[in-house]
């Protein structure tokens, strides 16, 4: 049995990184303990990733089901545009689901990554099974209760998505492409899709179901901040840590950022002591946060991490780079 983890985690860990081997192709005791160690940081952080996604997907249908299907109620974003032509067409919701996102998926994968596109289609794939094979109650044919605990379970199964490091509807993949092309900011590229989709809801649905859709989207959408903890567009991290040069080639190289490294001093104890020490500095979008949290704790479990929302960035690696590898 010690012999097939051995192997395992040569597979999963040492071996796909290139680490540094002897003369003989054998690892050193210390290269495999780190590999054991990665190993089981990784296999947590995709378990902890399946349980949100899947929480995600099953939030979101009893928002679709529970909800909004059957008042012709709409969301913003992709979803919104699978639940207008839904509710105009009387298509299968799973279908149009599918069908919506796969430009988004395929755009997430030239822009966030492979693993970021994979995740996302997964998601998909599952919100649209969970929606075709699940039954839900319908719970109230209230206008208002529909509009405000509709778009609360759905914000927060795409939030609980976001936290996995999936998305299930595409818009904000676009939303990046095109503030990049057009140099607008995220925010201002998701408010005008919206008032494309609410002003076509308006026409096609009528003003009524129109102004309880748009309901419906600000409480997804504060649902959505929460989940993810106020989480903006961007974050500014500070990392402290001893092994500051190690964290610093690990946002370079892994996550295709730049970073920033401040000389400073580092006080505790009684006495004040003080030493030397290396503060490094860097933005990333919320949808690496995930990602950058894992690496951190691979390089140092003791690190101290300050984090805080910066509303824009403009120049630097911020917008020249994938966003995920």
Avoid at 154 to 182: C, N, P, Y
Avoid at 227 to 252: A, F, L, N
């Amino acid at each position: 049995m010690k012999s097939y983890w051995t192997k395992l985690v040569l597979r999963a860990t040492l071996q796909t990184n290139r680490k540094k081997y002897d003369t003989q192709g054998r690892y050193s005791k210390y290269e495999i303990a780190r590999g054991y160690r990665e190993y089981i940081i990784n296999f947590r952080r995709r378990v902890k990733d399946f349980i949100l996604i899947l929480a995600g997907i099953f939030s979101a249908s009893f928002g679709f089901k529970g909800f909004l299907l059957t008042n012709h109620f709409i969301d913003g974003g992709a979803t919104g545009i699978s639940l207008l032509i839904s509710a105009i067409t009387h298509w299968p919701l799973y279908i149009l689901i599918i069908g919506i996102n796969i430009p988004f998926v395929i755009l997430g994968y030239k822009i966030m990554g492979k693993q970021f596109a994979i995740k996302t289609a997964l998601a998909i794939t599952g919100l649209a099974i969970c929606i075709a094979t699940v039954n839900f109650p319908n719970v109230t044919s209230d206008s208002l209760l529909v509009a405000v605990f509709g778009g609360f379970f759905l914000g927060a199964g795409i939030g609980l998505s976001v936290r996995g490091g999936a998305v299930i509807d595409g818009t904000e993949v676009l939303a990046i492409f095109l503030s990049r092309k057009f140099g607008t900011t995220i925010g201002d590229v998701i408010v005008l899709i919206n008032i494309i989709i609410f002003s076509a809801a308006a026409y096609l649905l009528g003003i009524e179901n129109a102004l309880y859709s748009m309901i419906t989207y600000l409480a997804a959408s504060k649902t959505l901040d929460f989940i993810i903890e106020g989480i903006d567009e961007y974050i500014g991290v500070t990392i402290i840590s001893p092994h500051s040069d190690t964290i610093r080639h690990m946002i370079v190289n892994k996550l295709g950022r730049g970073a920033t490294i401040y000389s400073g001093k580092r006080g505790y104890g009684k006495g004040g002591e003080t030493h030397e020490i290396d503060i490094i500095y860097t933005v990333i979008t919320r949808l690496e946060l995930n990602k950058l949290k894992t690496e951190i704790e691979k390089c140092d479990p003791n690190a101290f991490v300050v984090m805080n929302s910066v509303k824009d960035t403009k120049g630097g690696m911020i917008k020249k780079r994938p966003l995920q590898h």
